[in-house]
């Protein structure tokens, strides 16, 4: 493809840089109703912050997280390219129930209560459990991995995880053999989220995977992230993260867990199924309407890179595929 070509579609995705969502129609249902007040349209629309805050807003720290952060760096999983600053990462954020911008979550998500925190795994399982965090942070084998997200708006991050591979914690509670599919899903507190206000849409975020897809080694539960706990507009306390596919797979604060036998709903495919599909394995073939898929655009440094196959992960993943 001769250079200017590339250069054209490149920038063209800069013009289109609207968030995930269809703002614009939601504007529109907003003019369309007598039912909103001036309170929930600048809630959800701005009339908020611009710029990152000055001084990142401190982690909270648990007891046990001091004995956990930073751990070992496990060397399997290596970097491209070079990491992206902290600040960078911690203040470009997808978290729509925070905000659609994406400035927003660093300054809103820090109203989220992150402490105590239950996560309940169930469904098809033979021993469904509620686990406090802090039992995972006593009992899960935490380690650093090194992996890239990439936003299905074609900017990426490559970022230093703290977690546990998911399948340790689906071991314990022993999925049965009928389950195929594993749901998760966020937190519902549109009083704090103000996102979630937004009635039309399907709260709370959902997202899925096949149960093979849950078991690969790649997929994983990070409380973590640049060798501390996760800020929250990372999804504290604790999120998915599945390297290989877009980012909206990679659910954040997580609060329910569940083993079925059927494909789960999620939350983008049920609000806009042309542009978001369940599978959603990053693929440079597979165009998307509003963002070309050919290159990527690295947050921070602005380096642009070819997309690839299954985000580089193919050695780890091509044999759930075949
Ligand atoms: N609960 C929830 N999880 C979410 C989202 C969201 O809006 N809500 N956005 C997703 C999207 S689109 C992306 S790209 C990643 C961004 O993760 P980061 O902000 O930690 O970089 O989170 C994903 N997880
Ligand atoms: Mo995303």
Redesign the pocket.
């Known amino acids: 493809m001769p250079h200017i070509h590339l250069k054209k579609a490149w920038s063209m995705s800069e013009n289109l840089a609207t968030p995930?969502s269809v703002y614009l129609r939601r504007r529109e249902f907003l003019k369309g109703t007598a039912l909103t007040t001036a309170a929930t349209v600048g809630a959800l629309y701005g009339c908020g912050p611009s710029s990152p805050p000055n001084v990142l807003p401190e982690v909270e720290w648990s007891e046990l997280g001091k004995s956990i952060y930073p751990a070992k760096r496990n060397p399997n999983y290596e970097l491209d390219r070079p990491m992206t600053p902290e600040k960078i990462?911690s203040t470009?954020?997808?978290?729509?129930?925070f905000g659609a911008d994406k400035i927003d979550?660093v300054h809103y998500a820090q109203k989220l209560k992150i402490r105590p925190w239950a996560l309940d795994v169930g469904g098809l399982v033979n021993k469904p459990k509620t686990f406090d965090m802090d039992d995972l942070l006593k009992t899960m084998p935490f380690e650093e991995r090194l992996y890239r997200?990439r936003?299905?708006?074609a900017w990426a991050?490559a970022?230093p995880w703290t977690g546990f591979p998911l399948k340790e914690l689906l071991k314990q509670v022993e999925p049965k053999p009928e389950a195929t599919h594993v749901r998760f899903e966020?937190f519902y507190t549109p009083f704090t989220a103000q996102?979630q206000l937004a009635f039309w849409e399907p709260w709370?975020?959902v997202?899925g995977l096949t149960l093979k897809e849950a078991m690969n080694e790649l997929t994983f539960l990070a409380s973590g992230?640049y060798g501390h706990p996760l800020p929250k507009?990372?999804?504290a306390p604790i999120?998915l993260v599945v390297p290989w596919k877009?980012?909206?797979?990679?659910?954040?604060?997580i609060v329910k867990i569940d083993l079925v036998n059927y494909r789960p709903a999620t939350?983008?495919n049920t609000l806009q199924g042309l542009e978001y599909d369940f599978t959603a394995n990053v693929d440079p073939r597979i165009p998307h309407p509003r963002w070309p898929q050919i290159r990527e655009k690295m947050i921070g440094t602005g380096n642009i890179h070819p997309t690839l196959l299954y985000n580089g992960y193919e050695k780890f993943v091509a044999n759930l595929y075949l």
């Open positions: 995930e990462a470009y954020n997808n978290f729509y129930e979550p997200l936003c299905v708006e991050m970022v966020t996102g709370p975020y997202e992230i507009q990372h999804g999120r877009y980012g909206f797979k990679s659910i954040k604060s939350f983008w």
